[in-house]
């Protein structure tokens, strides 16, 4: 089953909310312009959970005594953590913009949103000055600030597993302590317990606030030698979490005489 994770970078992928773009070509070119040269800028990063957005911004001036065309062309990356920075495909960028023939600045802006949290995003923006004849006699690139948005999905794990003496010889007592260590609160969520291959009923846990833990408890028949001890937490995959790779423990089924523990 694919991570958590690996469904956000999916959704940020094919489904990011791509609002039209604007474009700006005045016959005369914006204050301080030529002085500026061209520039890849971020206009505005929201982080808020229900509005995630960024828009970045290219401007570049005219050439004396040019008669042509100037194009600009975004590309969107995004990445998670420290991992490497990957292109999103989404409408509006990784096209070339034009403006008319003959003026003397180019100014446009790209507003993208349905940001996922946990990622970063950047534009690469691309220059390019066209001859009226199509021949391209200058070009240019930048590389705009980060929009980072921050991680507020929950992250359920387990950990500090045991068994104890139960009421009788062949049930037990099977704890272990869930925790969220994410960055969001975690709403109810099943926890399933395996034992000698069979699912004992689900226990019902939570909410979690961040850093927040639970103890759990399951009377179970005894384990088998050898055999795997499994808990599993959102069993239902109810919560979106930053990561799915930790909600399962497993311990093997030590001696009888043992049992203070399973190792």
Same mark, same amino acid.
């Given at each position: 089953m $694919?991570?958590?994770r690996? !469904?956000? !970078?999916?959704l940020?992928?094919?489904?990011?909310?791509?609002? $039209?773009?604007? =474009?700006?070509? =005045?016959?005369?070119?914006?204050?301080?312009?030529k002085?500026?040269?061209?520039? %890849?800028? !971020?206009?505005?990063?929201?982080t808020?959970?229900?509005?995630?957005?960024?828009?970045f911004?290219?401007? /570049?001036?005219?050439?004396?005594?040019?008669?042509?065309? /100037?194009?600009?062309?975004?590309?969107?990356?995004?990445?998670?953590?420290?991992?490497?920075? #990957?292109?999103?495909?989404?409408?509006?960028?990784?096209e070339w913009d034009?403006?008319?023939?003959?003026?003397?600045?180019?100014?446009?802006?790209?507003?993208?949103?349905?940001?996922?949290?946990?990622? +970063?995003?950047?534009?690469?923006?691309?220059?390019?000055?066209?001859s009226?004849?199509?021949?391209?006699?200058?070009?240019?690139?930048?590389?705009?600030?980060?929009c980072?948005? $921050?991680?507020?999905?929950?992250?359920?794990?387990?950990?500090?597993? +045991?068994?104890?003496?139960?009421?009788?010889?062949?049930?037990?007592?099977?704890?272990?302590? #869930?925790?969220?260590?994410? +960055?969001g609160?975690?709403?109810?969520?099943?926890?399933v317990? &395996?034992?000698? %291959?069979?699912?004992?009923p689900?226990?019902r846990?939570? $909410?979690?606030?961040?850093?927040?833990t639970? !103890?759990?408890? @399951?009377? &179970?028949?005894?384990?088998?030698?050898?055999?795997?001890?499994? @808990?599993? #937490?959102?069993?239902?995959?109810?919560?979106l979490?930053? +990561?799915?790779?930790?909600?399962?423990?497993?311990?093997?089924?030590?001696?009888?005489?043992?049992?203070?523990?399973?190792?």
């Open positions: $694919p991570t958590a690996t !469904l956000l !970078l999916a940020t992928t094919a489904a990011l909310l791509a609002l $039209p773009s604007s =474009a700006a070509a =005045a016959n005369a070119a914006p204050k301080g312009l002085k500026a040269g061209v520039q %890849g800028s !971020l206009a505005g990063c929201k808020a959970a229900a509005a995630r957005a960024a828009v911004k290219g401007s /570049m001036p005219g050439i004396a005594g040019f008669k042509g065309r /100037m194009e600009m062309r975004f590309d969107l990356y995004a990445r998670l953590g420290a991992t490497a920075w #990957v292109p999103v495909d989404v409408d509006g960028f990784g034009l403006s008319d023939p003959g003026v003397s600045g180019f100014i446009i802006k790209k507003r993208v949103g349905g940001l996922v949290g946990g990622y +970063s995003y950047r534009s690469v923006v691309r220059f390019r000055w066209r009226d004849a199509g021949k391209i006699v200058r070009t240019a690139r930048k590389v705009t600030p980060i980072a948005q $921050p991680d507020t999905t929950p992250d359920l794990a387990v950990f500090e597993p +045991s068994i104890v003496a139960g009421a009788r010889d062949d049930v037990v007592v099977y704890r272990a302590v #869930v925790k969220n260590v994410g +960055s609160s975690a709403a109810t969520f099943d926890v317990l &395996a034992v000698n %291959g069979v699912a004992q689900p226990q846990v939570g $909410p979690l606030a961040p850093g927040a639970s !103890l759990i408890s @399951f009377q &179970a028949p005894r384990c088998q030698t050898g055999t795997i001890v499994r @808990f599993t #937490v959102d069993a239902k995959a109810e919560i979490e930053s +990561s799915e790779t930790n909600n399962a423990l497993e311990r093997r089924c030590a001696p009888a005489k043992a049992s203070a523990a399973a190792r």
